[in-house]
């Protein structure tokens, strides 16, 4: 058995919002780790290698000696539970708000704002439908969120942990899904995020896509890889 706190952890990652929190959580905590870049544009995510770590092909996965975890909630979960931080204070009531939060960004937040991503600029027309559907789920989750924040700092408790960090990877992404003007309606969601954006760990968080040069272009072939679902429509 692999002793786990003398290995290096190796963070699966491309510069998407699932990997990021992760890359929040190990930068804050000062934890060495080995960036493995998968580049989900040219398909890496697919390789048996990959899919070994993770069955689901996606990014983030996290390599902890013989220990394997997928998905950014299970990942930050994991970690906080490994360093014993970012942590709110141990009882049942601030335990009961940390798994809720977590689990609404996983669940609701996440989701909703990946499918609203897609339809919106990747889906065939007629999409007014999935995009009205998909918007409306993901502006009411974050309005969710900004009423949470109404006259708090941080989303559990007085101090800064995963759950702020889970709604940092997507509230950087607002604009894109719900425009320009997407955070007109959300003023502690942009307070939250520009307090997680001041703090150098984001910034280093954020800094290494520039360590790779991962694909840019959605061609057809990024296509095939991030919707293979497009395959039985072809094949129709
Ligand atoms: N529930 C998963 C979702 C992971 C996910 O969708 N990751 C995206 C990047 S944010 C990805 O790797 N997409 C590539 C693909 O779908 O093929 C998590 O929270 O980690």
Not at 98 to 121: D, E, N, R
Not at 136 to 153: V, Y
Not at 195 to 214: G, S
Request: aromatic content about 12%; hydrophobic content about 45%; charged content about 20%.
């Amino acid at each position: 058995m692999t002793d786990n706190r003398f290995t290096m952890l190796q963070l699966y990652y491309h510069p998407s919002p699932n990997p990021l929190k992760i890359a929040l959580f190990l930068e804050e905590a000062g934890l060495p780790y080995a960036l493995m870049p998968i580049d989900t544009r040219k398909g890496e995510q697919h390789s048996a290698a990959f899919k070994a770590i993770n069955p689901n092909a996606k990014t983030p996965a996290l390599v902890d000696g013989d220990a394997t975890v997928f998905d950014s909630t299970a990942i930050l979960l994991y970690l906080a539970q490994k360093t014993g931080q970012f942590l709110p204070a141990d009882t049942p009531a601030m335990r009961a708000q940390m798994l809720s939060w977590m689990m609404f960004v996983a669940t609701g937040i996440g989701p909703y704002c990946g499918q609203a991503v897609h339809f919106k600029f990747f889906a065939p027309d007629p999409k007014e439908y999935a995009v009205n559907r998909y918007t409306f789920e993901a502006e009411r989750h974050w309005k969710l969120i900004d009423d949470h924040l109404a006259g708090k700092q941080w989303m559990v408790g007085d101090s800064y942990g995963i759950v702020d960090m889970a709604v940092w990877g997507w509230a950087r992404m607002i604009p894109r899904f719900l425009g320009p003007e997407g955070f007109a309606t959300l003023p502690n969601v942009k307070r939250h995020l520009d307090a997680i954006n001041a703090r150098p760990a984001a910034q280093r968080a954020e800094a290494l896509k520039d360590r790779f040069t991962f694909k840019q272009e959605v061609d057809e072939d990024a296509r095939k890889a991030l919707f293979p679902q497009n395959a039985r429509l072809a094949a129709r």
